[in-house]
């Protein structure tokens, strides 16, 4: 018997207000900066940018490598270089591979209607997580 995927969570995407970088949660900091490692950002991409193409191979990535990866924890880095981008999804290791899949599948529908367009995000459901952004990190 399938388990239910509980699509409840926290999301995290950069918003610009009043000169400051506000995420989901309520964190800010200095515009045009991250708190978490002091790089700059821009906070917005266009469709036509290469940082779009760049998201896409690495999220397609994440949902096909993950659940089929030991742990179900995978990194990964887009393969070009002109705008990199870098990713990170897990899955609870008791789920079975395809409620994995369906559980990151869930992550980002759930991540991309309150981030659309951000240079970083990340979606944290009770039974996965997915991040991307711009700049290299581990969770």
């Known amino acids: 018997m399938k388990r239910p995927i509980k699509v409840r ?38 469709e036509c940018d290469p940082f779009a193409t760049s998201l896409a191979y690495v999220l397609e990535d994440l949902e096909t490598v993950t659940p089929k990866s ?28 395809s409620d994995c899949a369906a559980c990151l599948s869930a992550a980002e529908t759930a991540m991309f209607g309150t981030c659309q367009n951000r240079i970083g995000s990340r979606s944290v459901l009770h039974d996965c997580t997915i991040r991307y952004e711009q700049y290299a990190f581990d969770d």
């Open 9 to 46: 969570g926290r999301l995290s995407c950069y918003q610009k207000q009043a000169g400051r970088l506000k995420d989901s949660n309520g964190l800010s900091s200095k515009s045009g900066r991250s708190s978490h490692d002091g790089l700059a950002f821009v906070v917005h991409y266009s």
């Open 70 to 97: 030991k742990g179900y924890n995978y990194f990964n880095i887009s393969p070009y270089p002109n705008a990199f981008a870098y990713g990170h999804a897990a899955c609870n290791q008791s789920l079975t591979t």
